[in-house]
């Protein structure tokens, strides 16, 4: 497989299953990897808000193109810059 084909290759989650929630351990180590990835500048230059707040992430869902994954995904990860 050649670099351009992988580079096609992508997934993007279309829908999600409200009832499944990610375990809080797993988002702990998700949040933790995302603080000690390597940035260019390794000064990580954003910051990454964990959105629980039903009524915000439903606003949040009107400006994000009506795209339902904002409020059905278990866990919504917003990287700020």
Same mark, same amino acid.
């Given at each position: 497989?050649?670099?351009?084909?992988?580079?096609?290759?992508?997934?993007?989650t279309?829908?999600?299953?409200?009832?499944?929630?990610?375990?809080?351990?797993?988002?702990?180590?998700?949040?933790?990897?995302?603080?000690? %990835?390597?940035?260019?500048?390794?000064?990580?230059?954003?910051?990454? !808000? $964990? /959105?629980?707040?039903p009524e915000?992430?439903?606003?949040?869902?009107?400006? %994000?193109?009506?795209q339902?994954?904002?409020?059905?995904?278990?866990? !919504? $990860? /917003?990287?700020?810059?």
């Amino acid at each position: 497989m050649t670099l351009i084909d992988k580079l096609n290759w992508r997934y993007a989650t279309k829908k999600y299953d409200a009832s499944k929630k990610v375990a809080a351990d797993k988002v702990e180590r998700i949040l933790e990897a995302i603080r000690l %990835a390597p940035t260019s500048s390794g000064l990580q230059p954003f910051e990454v !808000l $964990l /959105v629980t707040n039903p009524e915000k992430r439903a606003q949040m869902q009107t400006v %994000a193109w009506n795209q339902a994954q904002v409020t059905e995904a278990s866990h !919504l $990860l /917003v990287f700020a810059a």
